[in-house]
């Protein structure tokens, strides 16, 4: 499952990150594997807005598919 699969509020665990560059961008926020996120919103045909912390990061959807997560229960 990706970042692009998850609903409105929907909170997941980020579980892969393989593009080298994506991961050392999301760790200038804090994000890394095992980082929660939750999904904010999701623009028609725009990017996706991730919560993190007090942070909201709007990613677009293309490099939103490359972060593998699994949703939280």
Same mark, same amino acid.
């Given at each position: 499952?990706? $970042?692009?699969? $998850?609903?409105?509020?929907? =909170? /997941?665990? !980020?579980?892969?990150?393989?593009?080298?560059? *994506?991961? #050392? @961008?999301? *760790?200038? %926020? &804090?994000?890394?594997? &095992?980082? +929660?996120?939750? =999904?904010? =919103?999701? $623009?028609? $045909?725009?990017? #996706? #807005? *991730?919560? %993190?912390?007090?942070? +909201?990061?709007?990613? &677009?959807? +293309? !490099? /939103?598919?490359?972060?593998? #997560? @699994? /949703?939280?229960?």
């Amino acid at each position: 499952m990706s $970042l692009t699969d $998850l609903r409105h509020g929907q =909170c /997941a665990t !980020i579980t892969a990150i393989p593009d080298e560059y *994506l991961r #050392v @961008q999301l *760790l200038r %926020f &804090g994000i890394t594997c &095992g980082s +929660e996120i939750r =999904c904010h =919103c999701k $623009l028609p $045909l725009g990017p #996706v #807005v *991730l919560k %993190f912390g007090s942070q +909201e990061i709007a990613m &677009g959807r +293309e !490099i /939103a598919r490359m972060v593998s #997560v @699994q /949703a939280n229960r």
